[in-house]
């Protein structure tokens, strides 16, 4: 049996839905990814929905690939700045440092992401963790979810979504147990990169940008389908 997990931050933490066989089996909650990553267990992928990798300067070219593709859907993708921006103590400093070393300051909404986007980049950076980065909204159009289907904090957007995955083969339960205080869109996206993490297991995913940009360090840097 194949094992997978999708995961998404949410304000109080992260939360993570996990396949066995490309079918629902379980739903785990934490405060911190490498806490999450441990309670997964053993797993062939775990597709994340964070930026994962940064650049020392200039722009991650996965955003603006993404961004390219989800065409209405684009402001979804945020255009990271490059990693000494994240290690500024406010968000004044870092957008000074990102009009420095991208041409272009950083948004609040943006720097909104700091915590999770550290503890999200320091697992990643271990490497003993499977992770990959995913964004939903890529899944979702992969899926065959249309831009008229709704966004995903809407009745429709989230009927739909429920919809989609089902017609893959993911049915999500009524009860979440100790994630039942999750919002509803996340446990949504958690479930969406889960069909990522299935695909790239699989070895059926692709990559945005195909191929992955590549960081000074030799890392790939992609989002993954």
């Known amino acids: 049996m194949t094992t997978v997990a999708g995961v998404d931050a949410y ?7 996990t396949l066995r066989d490309g079918a629902y089996a379980g739903i785990v909650v934490a405060g911190r990814l490498a806490d999450l990553v441990r309670d997964i267990g053993d ?9 994962l990798g940064l650049m020392a300067a200039g722009t991650r070219g996965t955003d603006t690939a993404a961004r390219a593709l989800l065409g209405r859907r684009r402001s979804t993708v945020f255009e990271i700045a490059p990693r000494p921006c994240w290690e500024q103590p406010d968000h004044a400093a870092a957008s000074a440092l990102s009009r420095q070393l991208m041409g272009k300051g950083m948004s609040i909404q943006s720097w909104g992401l700091r915590a999770k986007l550290l503890d999200a980049n320091t697992v990643y950076d271990d490497g003993a963790a499977p992770l990959w980065e995913v964004h939903p ?5 992969q899926m065959g979810l249309g831009f008229e289907d709704g966004t995903k904090k809407s009745w429709r957007g ?13 049915e999500l339960p009524e009860d979440l147990g100790a994630a039942a205080h999750v919002p509803a869109d996340d446990v949504l996206d958690a479930a969406a990169v889960s069909w990522s993490a299935a695909r790239i297991a699989a070895g059926r995913a692709y990559s945005v940008p195909d191929p992955p940009q590549v960081d ?8 993954w389908c």
């Open 158 to 170: 989230q009927r739909a979504r429920l919809r989609v995955l089902a017609d893959h083969g993911i």
């Open 43 to 51: 797993a062939a992928a775990i597709g994340v929905d964070i930026p």
């Open 137 to 141: 909204e890529l899944s979702f159009r």
């Open 216 to 223: 000074e360090r030799g890392r790939r840097i992609a989002i």
């Open 11 to 17: 304000r109080g933490g992260w939360v993570g839905v």
